[in-house]
């Protein structure tokens, strides 16, 4: 029996369902997850730099009768990717199944997120994983060049870090987006997931909203937080804005912490059970 932990993902849309995911697969390590991804450089990513031991692509969550076994635990975080009539067919294929956004809350951040660190940058931009209709991109070109430091993001097209030097006091690799993200006081970013590790980490996020994009998920997250958010229609209002709100930063709230232990007895008691079965189901007459 294996504990399957999938994340929508792809190049359009970043990667904040697979940073959750990645942050259950470590609450749930113990069973030693397999998370997959919709998109295998997410997979990928998420073992490189978000410390995930085991991980595969699988291109679309209908996949994943290929991957599994009838019976496995399946934990699926998928934006509303699957269908009524697919989810009762997992309900029947799985054991256990738990659905982020109903048995599982949204704002759940990764415990290396809960460490203090010193401040090492006063402010910083942090788009978001992706920009696929290069619309920051354009943002950047067409603002004066803004005295703060950027993280790129990891589906960023490539060559355009080369042109957004001239853009930002200092260009920060992906590779480094936690460390940043912890020793960053104020964020301003257009990733709600992100704004949550801030928070996570003690410091004071600033959300702005991405016109490249028709809907927000979870932005209701924004406001059971009290995350302030900074507008305009170029990146210099967009900054001048930031700059205004964090010199008199709102009170936010501190990330609620959810109680996994009944999920935990649950997989935990389906496992002791199969492994008592196991060796009836494969004695061969």
């Given at each position: 029996m294996q504990v399957y932990i999938y994340a929508k993902s792809g190049h359009n849309f970043g990667?904040?369902?697979?940073?959750?995911?990645?942050?259950?697969?470590?609450?749930?390590?113990?069973?030693?997850?397999?998370?997959?991804?919709?998109d295998y450089r997410a997979a990928t990513f998420a073992k490189?730099?978000?410390?995930?031991?085991?991980?595969?692509?699988?291109d679309v969550i209908g996949n994943l009768p290929h991957v599994?076994?009838?019976g496995d635990?399946?934990?699926y975080d998928d934006s509303n990717e699957a269908s009524e009539t697919m989810q009762e067919h997992m309900e029947q294929f799985c054991s256990n199944l738990y659905k982020v956004g109903k048995d599982i809350p949204f704002d759940i951040v990764d415990d290396t997120f809960k460490n203090d660190m010193e401040t090492k940058y006063e402010k910083a931009i942090f788009f978001a994983d992706d920009d696929y209709a290069n619309w920051f991109f354009e943002l950047a070109l067409k603002s004066t060049?803004?005295?703060?430091?950027?993280?790129?993001g990891h589906y960023f097209f490539l060559g355009n870090d080369e042109k957004l030097k001239n853009s930002f006091s200092e260009l920060i690799e992906e590779e480094d987006?936690?460390?940043?993200?912890?020793?960053t006081k104020y964020l301003l970013s257009g990733s709600i997931h992100s704004c949550l590790e801030s928070i996570a980490s003690g410091n004071f996020p600033v959300f702005f909203k991405r016109k490249d994009k028709e809907t927000i998920e979870n932005i209701e997250l924004l406001d059971k937080y009290n995350i302030p958010t900074a507008s305009g229609d170029s990146l210099d209002e967009i900054i001048n804005n930031f700059n205004k709100i964090i010199k008199n930063y709102p009170e936010i709230k501190t990330l609620e912490k959810f109680?996994?232990?009944?999920?935990?007895?649950?997989?935990?008691?389906?496992?002791?059970?199969?492994?008592?079965?196991?060796p009836s189901l494969d004695y061969k007459f």
């Open positions: 990667l904040e369902n697979v940073r959750r995911a990645s942050a259950l697969c470590n609450i749930f390590k113990s069973t030693d997850p397999i998370l997959c991804t919709a490189s730099e978000l410390g995930i031991n085991r991980g595969v692509g699988i599994m076994e009838r635990i399946l934990i060049k803004q005295d703060i430091p950027m993280i790129l987006y936690i460390d940043t993200i912890k020793t109680d996994f232990s009944i999920i935990e007895k649950e997989i935990n008691d389906t496992i002791k059970k199969f492994e008592m079965i196991q």
